[in-house]
């Protein structure tokens, strides 16, 4: 156990933490490494959280070839895993000669609760609930002063009876817009402004007996689930043109379909085919610098929407055109939070044409698309480890310490081979002892 840790200076806490390991010089050089040697870049990254000892890099890549309603762009991504970037660059230029993607926002509606506890007459409550609703909202308005400036604010405030899931349990639902912000601490704050008016007026409440004056607040909290702010992104193309061949194309439409479908029907196929969904949002979501939490926390209880965990993305044959297509919720903002502080994510906002939300919306919904049509066209062709294999091959030769003159063979060998962890060993081992 150590005791007031977080007062330690950071340096102090570099030493601590490496004496708990083997080797505690080695310990403190790796986070001496990486470490920034620009201090005022650093302390801007140690502030962001607590207890900061170093960075922790991720590979940031770009997927050029991007054409999202008439735009060309080249989108950030954020990610380690080997093949994502790769996959969605060719998802991008095949889509960029078959007229691109379309991409649309749906709705941007955010949600938050104050969750309360109210053991009385539920029709007093109600009433109660119309006569003060007003001066409910009056109380927030120092809080949503600029927001409503800028046409957005608080748009609906309800009080929700959920005395079927728990007894006593009432919430106000509180609906908002928070235009190019995610929003999370604006709605936090105004939440906590209503829950304290909430408990107030209830107590000065006349027609309340005491029991029923005394409101019990249990949290006031933003919602990640926001199936009503809908982003949609699709591409579509006569059947024919897909492939090469008119044939070819005709087959492989209909086993897209078709797995499109099992990913629908069948859970275990669902959670594979949206974390493939995943690769392309996550990647985009944190180099936009925006909280991958809260998207994943959305997307997967939208992909259970209707009871059954099923695929986000649908696709389907009609009158001899191909239309895919993938519907999520995100709540992203191109303000607020790192947006503005992180200097690599305002790199990335400018690479992205400086977006707005929607626009934010429109490219992190078409990363994912891409990803998943990249998937699953290998996946009914090919197979997935062709691909991803070739681009796992540095990884496997970096673990094994290969020089850059064995990189070279190996790569070179392996553009004419299957890749597989076994057969890069032997190979590598083959040209050493040679
Ligand atoms: P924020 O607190 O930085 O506030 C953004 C502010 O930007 C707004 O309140 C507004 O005053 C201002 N603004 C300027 N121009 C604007 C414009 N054009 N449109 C809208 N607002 C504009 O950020 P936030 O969006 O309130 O919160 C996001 C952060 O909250 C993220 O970092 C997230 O990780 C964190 N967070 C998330 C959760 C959760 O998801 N459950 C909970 C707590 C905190």
Same mark, same amino acid.
């Not at 502030?47 to 890549?61: H, S």
């Not at 379309?102 to 029709?123: C, N, R, S, W």
């Not at 009080?159 to 349990?169: E, P, T």
């Not at 969904?277 to 209880?301: C, P, Q, T």
């Given at each position: 156990?150590?005791?007031?840790?977080?007062?330690?200076?950071?340096?102090?806490?570099?030493?601590?933490?490496?004496?708990?390991?083997?080797?505690?010089?080695?310990?403190?050089?790796?986070?001496?490494?990486?470490?920034?040697?620009?201090?005022?870049?650093?302390?801007?990254?140690?502030?962001?959280?607590?207890?900061?000892?170093?960075?922790?890099?991720?590979?940031?890549?770009?997927?050029?070839?991007?054409?999202?309603?008439?735009?060309?762009?080249?989108?950030?991504?954020?990610?380690?895993?080997?093949?994502?970037?790769?996959?969605?660059?060719?998802?991008?230029?095949?889509?960029?000669?078959?007229?691109?993607?379309?991409?649309?926002?749906?709705?941007?509606?955010?949600?938050?609760?104050?969750?309360?506890?109210?053991?009385?007459?539920?029709?007093?409550?109600?009433?109660?609930?119309?006569?003060?609703?007003?001066?409910?909202?009056?109380?927030?308005?120092?809080?949503?002063?600029?927001?409503?400036?800028?046409?957005?604010?608080?748009?609906?405030?309800?009080?929700?009876?959920?005395?079927?899931?728990?007894?006593?349990?009432?919430?106000?639902?509180?609906?908002?817009?928070?235009?190019?912000?995610?929003?999370?601490?604006?709605?936090?704050?105004?939440?906590?402004?209503?829950?304290?008016?909430?408990?107030?007026?209830?107590?000065?409440?006349?027609?309340?007996?005491?029991?029923?004056?005394?409101?019990?607040?249990?949290?006031?909290?933003?919602?990640?689930?926001?199936?009503?702010?809908?982003?949609?992104?699709?591409?579509?193309?006569?059947?024919?043109?897909?492939?090469?061949?008119?044939?070819?194309?005709?087959?492989?439409?209909?086993?897209?379909?078709?797995?499109?479908?099992?990913?629908?029907? &069948?859970?275990?196929?669902? *959670?594979? %085919?949206? $974390?493939?969904?995943?690769?392309?949002?996550? =990647? #985009? /979501?944190?180099?936009?610098?925006?909280?991958?939490?809260?998207?994943?926390?959305?997307?997967?209880?939208?992909?259970?929407?209707?009871?059954?965990?099923?695929?986000?993305?649908?696709?389907?044959?009609?009158?001899?055109?191909?239309?895919?297509?993938?519907?999520?919720?995100?709540?992203?903002?191109?303000?607020?939070?790192?947006?503005?502080?992180?200097?690599?994510?305002?790199?990335?906002?400018?690479?992205?044409?400086?977006?707005?939300?929607?626009?934010?919306?429109?490219?992190?919904?078409?990363?994912?698309?891409?990803?998943?049509?990249?998937?699953?066209?290998?996946?009914?062709?090919?197979?997935?480890?062709?691909?991803?294999?070739?681009?796992?091959?540095?990884?496997?030769?970096?673990?094994?310490?290969?020089?850059?003159? &064995?990189?070279?063979?190996? *790569?070179? %060998?392996? $553009?004419?081979?299957?890749?597989?962890?076994? =057969? #890069? /060993?032997?190979?590598?081992?083959?040209?050493?002892?040679?």
């Amino acid at each position: 156990m150590v005791s007031g840790f977080s007062k330690k200076t950071k340096a102090e806490k570099m030493i601590w933490i490496s004496q708990q390991f083997h080797n505690p010089k080695e310990a403190l050089q790796v986070l001496n490494t990486y470490n920034h040697s620009d201090k005022t870049l650093q302390t801007l990254h140690d502030e962001f959280i607590e207890n900061a000892l170093t960075n922790f890099y991720m590979p940031l890549g770009i997927a050029p070839n991007f054409n999202i309603n008439g735009t060309t762009l080249t989108i950030p991504m954020a990610i380690e895993e080997s093949s994502v970037v790769a996959a969605a660059s060719n998802a991008a230029k095949f889509w960029s000669a078959k007229g691109g993607f379309k991409a649309q926002t749906l709705g941007t509606e955010k949600v938050g609760h104050v969750h309360f506890m109210y053991h009385g007459d539920p029709i007093k409550l109600q009433r109660f609930f119309e006569k003060q609703k007003d001066v409910l909202l009056a109380s927030t308005e120092a809080i949503t002063q600029n927001m409503r400036s800028r046409g957005g604010g608080i748009t609906a405030l309800t009080l929700v009876d959920k005395r079927d899931a728990i007894s006593g349990y009432y919430q106000l639902d509180v609906r908002f817009e928070t235009l190019d912000a995610m929003g999370a601490n604006f709605i936090n704050s105004c939440l906590e402004q209503l829950a304290k008016t909430l408990r107030e007026l209830a107590g000065q409440y006349a027609e309340f007996s005491e029991i029923e004056k005394d409101i019990e607040i249990v949290m006031s909290i933003l919602s990640n689930y926001v199936p009503n702010c809908l982003v949609k992104a699709s591409v579509s193309c006569p059947v024919d043109e897909l492939l090469a061949t008119p044939e070819d194309s005709r087959l492989f439409a209909e086993k897209f379909v078709q797995a499109i479908r099992i990913a629908d029907a &069948e859970p275990y196929r669902a *959670v594979t %085919h949206n $974390k493939g969904i995943m690769n392309g949002i996550d =990647a #985009v /979501v944190i180099a936009s610098g925006n909280d991958f939490r809260a998207v994943a926390a959305g997307v997967h209880a939208f992909a259970a929407m209707s009871g059954q965990y099923r695929s986000l993305s649908k696709a389907e044959i009609k009158d001899d055109v191909f239309h895919f297509s993938l519907t999520i919720p995100l709540a992203v903002g191109t303000v607020g939070g790192l947006t503005k502080l992180h200097p690599l994510v305002r790199w990335c906002h400018e690479l992205m044409g400086t977006p707005n939300a929607k626009e934010l919306m429109h490219i992190i919904a078409v990363a994912g698309l891409a990803q998943n049509f990249a998937a699953v066209k290998s996946l009914v062709t090919t197979g997935i480890q062709q691909g991803h294999m070739k681009m796992h091959l540095l990884n496997i030769l970096n673990q094994m310490g290969a020089t850059e003159n &064995e990189k070279q063979t190996v *790569v070179e %060998h392996f $553009k004419y081979n299957t890749v597989s962890h076994h =057969a #890069v /060993v032997e190979v590598l081992e083959k040209l050493r002892a040679s």
